[in-house]
């Protein structure tokens, strides 16, 4: 695709307050793919001012209206889904079969799902003598990361729309040509001048200033920890709605008599996919102490079908991580888990491969609760292998970090997996190998985050609640 040297504010492609600019960097190759514009302050306000100006005739729409609009954004994500995936891939790094399938497949999936929701969703109920309403928050900010580029920008931007909001979308600075992509396909599938509006820039500068402008009435952000805690006290300090999905550190229980073959293999999928840049991935894998050598076989030979290489290629399973700060971090941290004692089955932190952001498919097996790798994001392809004794034992090893986004439980039967489940702080759990729901609510306990994003729940985060006494 063709950067666009602009904003997209208001309907139009507009020139950027300032000169400054953010170079895509392919991470296969290290070469720079595109550009576009670091946007400031000023950029940020024009495209406030431009989603409140639009505010009250999208919020004024009837339901079924805006349900075809974003039934329109689906069709045309569909009608380009090749070359969305081919620039994700180019940004990002991850392997084309999984841009397509995933990257792409899933937002189309979650757009569906709200062209659906909206279209006979009840924005009001009778209750008593009261009819309560539930009208649109208003304007929102949407901030999103690059490690699901298109999927993130999909999941706050189709529930926004169906609940009536306005937007303005400042994404991640490796990533923004696809958001770039997604403002051409509102463009195309006619959604309203000012609706939906495009800021590229830096985290630092834009996302700070979209996060603390006054004319925001909630921020939803997606990212680490640590920003959102920043995100969260900016907008507290201004008494403005956030929700947020943040890091994760999630674990995959194995209980005995569990299909063992099947549980580590699809694990090790789990933490391979998209080079581990997953906030959800299951990199802690826990395992009874009467399986777990057999379990750390089992995964140093799956481990082994995930060659790294030129994502675009067929045989290619683990493509680079995003940038060299991200792969510097990952190697750190594999260095960390060696020095505290963990023991090297798979990987390293030696690089692969002579050029790119490369990270060695890792298998951490010896590892302790306290170690760092089994208590920080790590966020690459790195999965550490812990050792229990009992169920209760299992349950304080999942529960004992901060986090609490997803999880897994494999046992031998549905009844036994659900009950320990059930006891899991965590706000999603695989049953035996369950799949991605677009209509589930995701989101997380603890510091995994405030609010839920897709399906019903999803929605409910973009309205706000008003009752009429009768």
């Not at 709200?114 to 009840?122: I, K, M, P, R, T």
């Not at 966020?379 to 009992?390: H, Q, T």
């Not at 729901?437 to 510091?447: D, H, M, R, S």
């Amino acid at each position: 695709m063709k950067a666009h040297d602009g904003m997209y504010i208001g309907g139009a492609w507009r020139p950027a307050a300032g000169r400054d600019r953010i170079e895509v960097v392919n991470p296969t190759d290290e070469q720079v793919i595109g550009g576009v514009p670091a946007g400031t302050a000023d950029d940020v306000d024009a495209a406030v001012r431009a989603a409140r100006a639009a505010l009250p005739g999208w919020a004024a729409r009837p339901p079924a209206e805006r349900a075809a609009l974003i039934g329109a954004l689906r069709d045309v994500l569909v009608a380009r889904k090749s070359e969305i995936a081919e620039t994700i891939t180019a940004e990002l790094g991850t392997t084309l079969g999984f841009a397509e399938a995933v990257h792409v497949g899933a937002p189309i999936g979650v757009a569906t799902s709200y062209a659906e929701l909206a279209a006979g969703y009840s924005f009001e109920e009778r209750l008593g003598n009261s009819t309560v309403l539930l009208e649109p928050v208003g304007v929102v900010g949407a901030i999103t990361p690059w490690n699901y580029p298109l999927h993130q920008i999909v999941a706050k931007v189709a529930p926004a729309l169906a609940a009536g909001c306005t937007l303005v979308l400042k994404p991640a600075e490796d990533t923004p040509l696809t958001a770039q992509l997604f403002a051409e396909a509102v463009h195309e599938a006619g959604v309203p001048a000012g609706v939906f509006n495009l800021v590229t820039g830096t985290g630092s500068v834009a996302g700070q200033a979209l996060a603390g402008h006054e004319g925001v009435d909630l921020v939803s952000f997606t990212g680490s920890t640590a920003v959102g805690r920043q995100i969260g006290a900016t907008a507290g300090a201004a008494i403005k709605r956030v929700a947020l999905e943040l890091g994760g550190k999630s674990a995959n229980v194995i209980l005995p008599g569990a299909d063992l073959a099947k549980a580590v293999s699809t694990g090790v999928a789990d933490v391979m996919r998209n080079s581990g840049q997953s906030c959800n991935a299951l990199t802690r894998m826990l395992v009874h102490r009467d399986q777990y050598d057999e379990a750390v076989t089992l995964a140093a030979a799956a481990v082994a079908k995930y060659p790294t290489g030129d994502p675009t290629q067929p045989g290619t399973r683990v493509g680079p991580v995003v940038n060299a700060k991200q792969r510097d971090r990952v190697r750190a941290y594999i260095v960390k888990g060696v020095e505290e004692g963990a023991r090297l089955v798979a990987g390293g932190p030696e690089a692969p491969h002579e050029q790119g952001y490369f990270v060695a498919p890792t298998v951490f097996a010896d590892v302790t609760p306290e170690m760092t790798i089994a208590q920080e994001e790590i966020f690459g392809p790195v999965l550490s292998i812990l050792r229990y004794e009992d169920e209760e034992d299992a349950l304080r090893i999942a529960n004992g970090t901060v986090y609490g986004l997803s999880g897994a439980v494999w046992a031998a039967d549905e009844e036994t997996a659900v009950a320990f489940a059930r006891r899991m702080d965590t706000g999603q759990v695989d049953i035996n190998g369950g799949r991605f729901n677009v209509l589930a609510p995701f989101g997380g306990y603890k510091q995994s985050g405030v609010g839920r994003e897709l399906g019903p729940h999803g929605l409910a985060e973009y309205l706000q609640t008003k009752s009429l006494q009768f």
